[in-house]
């Protein structure tokens, strides 16, 4: 995989020094883990590891993504609302499903 399509952001911080894992193999990453519950883990032929923070979408919610069309709309409308564009129509509630 290339490079410039993991690493966004070349500033690191040297977090922890000489971080030895436990018998299991394991490291405990502790304050390098910021409220992030999933990674992507890449490793490169020099034994460099990144761990890449990743979202889960919710599949009902994945065809948005999936549909490119739909998603440029949606970001679009994202932008014209908080840029003030919207337009107050009223209330739907009497719409409304129970």
Do not use: C
């Not at 977090?15 to 990674?39: M, N, Q």
């Not at 948005?64 to 919207?86: F, I, T």
Request: aromatic share 10%; no cysteine; hydrophobic share 40%.
């Amino acid at each position: 995989m290339p490079t410039f399509e993991v690493i966004k952001n070349a500033d690191f911080q040297l977090i922890t020094e000489f971080a030895h894992p436990d018998a299991k193999k394991r490291l405990a990453l502790g304050p390098a883990l910021s409220g992030v519950t999933a990674y992507n883990i890449y490793r490169n032929t020099l034994g460099q590891v990144i761990l890449d923070p990743v979202t889960a979408i919710p599949t009902s919610e994945k065809w948005l993504y999936d549909n490119q069309q739909a998603l440029a709309s949606v970001k679009q409308g994202l932008r014209e609302s908080a840029d003030g564009k919207s337009v107050y129509r009223g209330s739907f509630a009497a719409h409304a499903e129970e």
